[in-house]
């Protein structure tokens, strides 16, 4: 497992800067003159890009060899975060954010079908756990590191130290891994069968439905937490390191959900968590003070603990339809994710341009709603798929693999 460190280190830095952006929006804003609201657009354009452009790559380098992709693409990855760091405008950073989504969009289902590649069937989960694990520790060190280094460096720092992490990821890619050519890729064709089958494309919408209301708070967790608790710079990052240590805790909590329990009941619940704890997030800031931080906190720890579970155990829901399709449901399952993490995005600016930051929560809970209802409408008291033979919940993780 020791030799899929450069592949974990890539899928850090990858992480830290996909998460980054909700540290250090205000910065952003006020540096290159935007709204808060036009800057979360930055997570709109990488959502977008990542979804749609994604499998399209996947298909067009199926021949190249994958370590020679593996290289490329986190060195590529490596570079546009210098693009980032130099941008002189918002619209050039929105360009870097693109090309930052393309990159990470080529390298981690190649880092996931390479990992995968190289260890017998009863070892493949922990290695794709382990790769992912680096997107994971991301949420817990990366993003408050890059937000702490904000505080004092600017908000274009964190992007240099993202190049310099990526790239000694390709440094190790390129010295530590052995060559490997590529399996067949699933095409359009088999993408499109598979997404069109009814009970697929009803998992599918339900993800994107899941997500809306965890990314319209997401994307503006900075934004809230200033206005929120009056704080930003290094006291942001404790906040962002206790969402993070939740969120890991929340993701172990959806595998042992996944394994041991009715996957649609829990899923219920964890919406209905959901609604009731969003609301939370705007009910602190308007109240303020000690009781409005603390409802502030409980909002965060109930959207870590039950959002985080939400994605492990839909995957886990979908490789039990039919394993031996599971690479292209997955694959699909990730561009649905971040078309509703785009959605989101887009409803977060929306409610703050047309309201205030601190309505984000109240909407966040009421876009959960809708998910209950297509839950219940699509089986929720349907019995659960159990997991296939010698598949656990714990290999599909929250970025599935994008084959």
């Given amino acids: 497992m020791l030799r899929l460190l450069p592949l974990v280190l890539g899928a850090f830095a990858i992480g830290a800067e996909t998460f980054l952006v909700s540290g250090v929006l205000p910065q952003i804003a006020a540096d290159l003159h935007v709204t808060a609201a036009a800057a979360g657009s930055l997570v709109t354009i990488f959502a977008l890009a990542y979804a749609f452009g994604s499998p399209l790559i996947a298909v067009a380098t199926a021949g190249v060899e994958r370590k020679r992709l593996l290289v490329g693409a986190v060195a590529a990855f490596a570079l546009a975060n210098l693009v980032a760091a130099f941008a002189p405008n918002f619209a050039s950073l929105a360009a870097a954010r693109a090309l930052l989504a393309l990159t990470a969009g080529t390298f981690m289902p190649a880092a996931v079908a390479f990992a995968t590649a190289l260890f017998a069937a009863e070892r493949r989960g922990r290695a794709i756990a382990m790769i992912y694990g680096g997107m994971t520790l991301a949420t817990v060190v990366g993003v408050p590191a890059g937000t702490y280094l904000a505080s004092f ?41 598979v997404m069109r089958r ?81 609301p939370l997030m705007s009910l602190g800031p308007r109240l303020g003070g000690e009781a409005g931080a603390a409802l502030l906190f409980a909002g965060i720890g109930l959207w870590g603990l039950f959002g985080w579970a939400f994605p492990i155990v839909q995957q886990a829901r979908l490789i039990g339809l039919d394993p031996a399709m599971a690479p292209i449901t997955l694959s699909l399952n990730i561009s649905t994710l971040y078309v509703g993490v785009a959605i989101g995005s887009s409803l977060g600016a929306w409610t703050i341009a047309r309201w205030s930051v601190d309505a984000i929560g109240l909407v966040a809970g009421a876009s959960e709603i809708v998910a209950l209802v297509w839950l219940a409408l699509t089986g929720a008291l349907q019995p659960a798929a159990k997991p296939a033979a010698g598949q656990t919940s714990t290999d599909a993780v929250y970025f599935a693999p994008g084959e």
């Fill in 153 to 193: 460096a600017g908000w274009r720092a964190p992007f240099f130290g993202v190049a310099v992490v990526a790239a000694f990821a390709a440094v190790g890619v390129a010295a530590a891994l052995p060559r490997q050519q590529s399996a067949r890729a699933a095409g359009f064709a088999e993408r499109l069968a």
């Fill in 198 to 278: 009814p009970d697929v494309l009803r998992m599918l919408t339900l993800t994107a439905l899941a997500l809306i209301g965890p990314f319209a708070v997401n994307t503006f967790m900075g934004v809230l937490a200033e206005s929120a608790l009056g704080i930003g710079g290094d006291k942001l990052a404790l906040v962002l390191a206790f969402f993070g240590v939740v969120s890991f805790v929340g993701s172990q909590f959806g595998g042992y959900a996944a394994d041991r329990w009715n996957r649609e009941r829990f899923l219920a619940l964890v919406f209905v968590v959901l609604i009731l704890g969003f």
